[in-house]
């Protein structure tokens, strides 16, 4: 079973950037899903119980940090690395991230360099 | 750039799988979709399928009756143009937004950095990132010299010449031209000479403050096959205005802390002048001139024997009986009065005070100075003392002391002992005979020894005491100053009066430093 990252992001042009960032695991034959709201998001992971997330914090229907929560503590995915990547930099919001459960909290804009090496680390490639 | 597949196209994750499928469902004429390339087998019903093909290669077949299925490839295949569009301009975009991104960073960064080669150095590590270049320098201009010095440079194996005159060769050209450019073929430039760097190729943005072309950074590589684009001239451009800026900033900086160094240096400095001012203040408080000097200026005393000088004890009468009846700090309040009244006298006349040990003063005339008049000059001071005291009358307190002085000539050793509230101080007999004076002075008169009077007699008149026994048991001629020689003292047209000055003049060769006014009237009153 190929592995799987997903995007969830409401912007159309930063899910495409993710998306090419991460173009070079995609032809190693990682799938790249894509979620456009925080419900969206919800019901893809738990659908397709992705490996890696990246999870936009400021999204429609649900915001990163309650779908961080649910996946880790709802629907006790732990296993599921969720990379929180958003526009929020202050401490607190950093915090509040990691206290939802997210394994990591990438402010943008983002290094796309750096989000393909923690996408494989986390995959392992 | 990733390949296009058909997998990628109709994949039921995809944005366009459900449409397709759907679509595909719709039409109902048994299609199906191979992903793949090359020719497949043809079925069972012979069918060998319509292929898909996008760039000249087949991503796959579409099987099914002959019209739908061509229909069907070519709706694939034009995906398939459509979706690699979509990635060429993901990747621009990506590449656009990974530059933004390194100069976003390489803005945070520089906003902390406050020195010019720190600054440079940056300035050249982010571009060679974003370049790939093999070889970087930011050249500022030295002053007004026109000459661009290397401030930071990047690749040790491509050296610069030194200093590149602006207008010269191929970077002093780029620098004096005042434009971003790019050359990549170094070495057929005609402007190529001796001072730049042994590069393929490059490219060079202007670093302007105020619209001043104040240096360049530079950017190059060894790589014969390395080329510069137009975009990465932008990139340099735009590294180059946030350098230019950064460099600004450290330069005031610098200035600033320049100033504020020199401030702070000019203040401790003054502050060092005045605590050295005291110092020496302080030091000529407590010893004569020229031995403070010698102290400053070797650490040291050395002792100085002294033929000829006139030692001076004054006492108060009476003090002893206001310790008892006056407090402490009544009898100093006065003592201080007294002092500073006997302070000034001996100023006047150029004589050394020594100290004060209780109610008496000692002072010295002849030293360190030699002088020749010193005993006429301690006689003198000796009799203005005594009518201080005598006319300053009761204090608020009750207190009238009246004072003995007692004066003697003859040598002494002087010098500085110790290293701790170290004090100027004479010590030999004549110490101990002039103490003697005093003590066998009488209230408000000057007694003197045989050796001072002789040394005084053509300018003062004396009573002869005879030979007076000391407290010691020591019988000494004695002789009270009565006052100047009254023929002296005739003409009182002038202070000194002219017989005195010219006396003094012939026997000493210099003038009266002073003259006791009382001791004029009182001979005018008198004559």
Known sequence: MSQKILIADDEPHLRMLIQQALEDLEDDGVELLLACNGEEALEAIEAEKPDLVFLDVMMPKKSGFDVCHAVKNVLAMKHVYIVLLTAKGQESDKQKGLDAGADVYMTKPFDPDALLEKARQVLGR | ?527
């Open chain 2, 1 to 527: 750039m990733a390949r296009v597949t058909l997998q990628s196209l109709v994949g039921r994750r995809r944005e366009g799988g459900p449409v397709i499928a759907q679509l595909l469902e719709s039409m109902g004429a048994g299609l199906s979709i191979e992903d793949g390339a090359g020719a497949p087998a043809a079925d069972q019903a012979g069918d060998a399928g319509c292929p898909v093909v996008h760039e000249g290669e087949t991503l796959g077949w579409v099987r099914g009756p002959a019209p739908q299925a061509a229909a069907f490839a070519g709706l694939l295949a034009h995906l398939a143009a459509r979706e690699t569009e979509k990635k060429l301009l993901g990747a621009e975009v990506l590449n656009a937004y990974r530059e933004i991104n390194l100069i976003n960073r390489f803005s945070e960064k520089l906003a902390t950095l406050l020195d010019a080669k720190t600054v440079a150095a940056a300035a050249i590590e982010q571009a060679a990132q974003m370049l790939h270049a093999t070889f970087g320098a930011v050249l500022l201009l030295r002053g007004d010299t026109g000459i661009l010095d290397p401030i930071a440079t990047l690749g040790g194996e491509v050296l610069l010449n030194g200093g590149i005159r602006l207008g010269e060769h191929l970077v002093g050209a780029m620098a004096l031209k005042g434009n971003a450019e790019i050359v990549n073929d170094v070495c057929s430039d005609p402007r190529y000479g001796g001072g730049d760097p042994a590069l393929c190729s490059m490219v060079c943005a202007p670093l302007k403050i105020k619209d001043q072309v104040r240096g360049v950074i530079l950017l190059g590589s060894t790589d014969a096959a390395a080329t510069y684009t137009a975009g990465d001239l932008k990139l340099l451009n735009t590294v180059a205005l946030q350098t230019a800026t950064a460099l600004e900033n450290a330069f005031l900086y610098e200035k600033t802390l320049q100033a504020a160094k020199a401030e702070a240096l000019e203040a401790t400095l003054a502050e060092v002048e005045e605590q050295k001012r005291r110092a020496e203040d302080m030091l000529l408080n407590i010893l004569p001139e020229s031995v403070a000097q010698e102290l400053q200026l070797t650490g040291v005393v050395q002792p100085m024997y002294f033929e000829d000088v006139t030692v001076c004890f004054t006492d108060f009468v009476g003090f002893s009986k206001s310790t008892m009846t006056l407090a402490a700090e009544d009898v100093v309040s006065e003592l201080h009065t007294y002092f500073t009244a006997f302070d000034r006298i001996i100023g006047r006349y150029g004589l050394e005070k020594l100290k004060t040990i209780g109610d008496s003063y000692m002072f010295v005339s002849g030293l360190p100075k030699r002088r020749a008049a010193n005993p006429v000059d301690a006689v003198l001071a000796a009799l203005e003392i005594v009518e201080t005291v005598r006319s300053m009358g009761a204090s608020p307190a009750g207190v009238h002391w009246k004072v003995r002085v007692g004066v003697h000539t003859g040598p002494v050793v002087a010098g500085v002992v110790g290293i701790r509230k170290f004090a100027f101080d004479i010590w030999g007999e004549t110490v101990n005979l002039a103490s003697r004076m005093e003590s066998c002075s009488e209230p408000n008169r000057v007694n003197m020894s045989e050796r001072t009077f002789a040394r005084v007699k053509d300018f003062f008149a004396a009573e002869p005491r005879g030979r007076v026994k000391t407290k010691e048991g020591q019988d000494i001629e004695m002789y009270f100053v009565t006052g100047a020689l009254e023929r002296l003292m005739a003409d009182r047209s002038a202070t000194p009066p002219p017989a005195f000055q010219r006396r003094y003049q012939l026997y000493f060769k210099e003038q009266v430093p002073a003259f006791p006014e009382y001791l004029a009237a009182v001979v005018a009153a008198g004559g």
